[in-house]
């Protein structure tokens, strides 16, 4: 075996190696290539609307990914970025929390931004920032490479502590979803990733006290919540009462294992999305989709992916990665999505002419790729 320089091994010589291994071990190199020298994971370093941001959400899956990887340093630097950016905001923080807690929360304006520049400002253009599910998520992917690597979590422990107040005194406040869209909205995704962190850094000891007593509490009202209100036919919905089945649920059922691949909810979630969002292996965002014009997304066919990997099903989970690699174009770059199959031919144009061509490569693309890679032994990452 030949190994890479970041921890992962590839075949057993460069000619004959299996190109998605190949696609795997670029994606890894093109990650840390492009890692800015903060630690921010740019969200995709040409796109007109992403050039010079980072989004906790992305980000916190681009660096699970690495730390699957093997590329820990990597995943390190980014968690030193975002621990850096919530204590920075400590006072905000604060006042957002015990206003939530004295029943007088702050408008949706004073909330936390969802990106952020490399050097951790707030971006000073217009986006569609409240978001609550990268707070989540970053959680789940600090506590998961401990888990992994055995790393302490110290060094992010007033981050973490930071993290979990603001969660647990606003999870139940509406805001826009993974998709930025649906302000209006409680989404059953955004809540998947609040309790996942939470129930993570919970189980890893990195809180205690009363705080721990309340993110257990808030991570099992979230899960109550889902199951009461944010479940249609018995799989995941788009949002609280809501008939819509959307993508982006996958991540409730992997990697965040919230409702495992192997339980009802979970299984019935993968087959939903399969048969409604995906086509040849290309998987919709949603059905009403018309973000230039509704294309299938490489990322979300890797989490479906993820989700037939975790219920033992690799021959699926391995046809949605290949799917995924035939997006690359001829420098292996992997898009946000491709346009082989719209939903909605007649509204691509409009956004090509806001912002222009399709993001590529997205560093979110190229995670989730290597994070399934991994995940069904396509790749084989070397001991520490």
């Known amino acids: 075996m030949i190994e890479a320089q970041h921890g992962v ?5 460069t000619d004959g190696r299996d190109p998605l291994a190949r696609l795997a071990e670029s994606s890894v190199e093109l990650i840390l290539g492009l890692q800015d020298a903060t630690g921010a994971y740019p969200a995709s370093p040409t796109f007109s609307a992403y050039r010079g ?9 681009i660096a699970d990914a690495m730390s699957a990887a093997g590329a820990s340093e990597s995943a390190e630097r980014f968690f030193d970025w975002c621990s850096r950016i919530l204590v920075a905001r400590e006072p905000a923080i604060v006042n957002i929390v015990s206003r939530a807690l004295a029943g007088d929360p702050v408008p949706d304006a004073q909330m936390l931004p969802t990106r952020f520049t490399f050097a951790g400002e707030d971006g000073d253009d217009q986006w569609w920032d409240f978001q609550l599910d990268g707070f989540g998520t970053w959680l789940w ?28 005194s606003s999870w139940q406040r509406p805001c826009f979803d993974w998709w930025e869209e649906n302000a209006s909205e409680v989404h059953v995704s955004t809540l998947a990733c609040v309790a996942a ?33 944010g479940l249609v036919h018995g799989y995941l919905a788009k949002w609280l ?23 009802e909810i979970g299984s019935r979630t993968l087959l939903a999305i399969d ?7 290309g998987v919709h965002r949603y059905l009403d989709d018309t973000f230039f014009g509704g294309g299938q997304w490489p990322l979300l066919s890797c989490l479906l992916g993820l989700g037939y990997a ?16 035939g997006t ?16 909605d031919p007649s509204r691509y144009q409009e956004w090509e002419d806001r912002w222009g061509p399709v993001a590529r490569p997205l560093l979110w693309s190229h995670a989730m790729f290597v994070r399934l890679a991994v995940e069904v032994s396509v790749v084989e990452v070397a001991a520490a």
């Open 141 to 168: 992917a600090v506590a998961e490479h401990s888990r992994r690597h055995g790393t302490s979590l110290t060094r992010w422990t007033r981050a973490i502590e930071l993290s979990v107040d603001y969660l647990t």
């Open 241 to 263: 009462g809501s008939t819509e089945v959307d993508a982006s649920a996958l991540a409730a059922v992997a990697p965040l294992g919230l409702f495992p691949a192997s339980g």
């Open 9 to 13: 091994q590839f075949g057993s010589d």
């Open 310 to 325: 975790a219920a033992g099903d690799r021959r699926r989970a391995v046809e949605l990665l290949a799917w995924a690699a």
């Open 328 to 343: 690359a174009n001829g420098e292996g770059a992997l898009p946000e999505q491709v346009g082989d199959h719209l939903l």
């Open 53 to 61: 941001y980072c989004w906790f959400r992305d980000g916190a899956f």
């Open 275 to 281: 048969g409604s969002l995906n086509v040849g292996g």
């Open 197 to 229: 962190g939470l129930s993570a850094v919970a189980d890893a000891g990195a809180i205690d006290g009363s705080r721990l007593e309340r993110a257990l509490a808030a991570s099992e009202s979230i899960r109550g919540t889902i199951v009461e209100r």
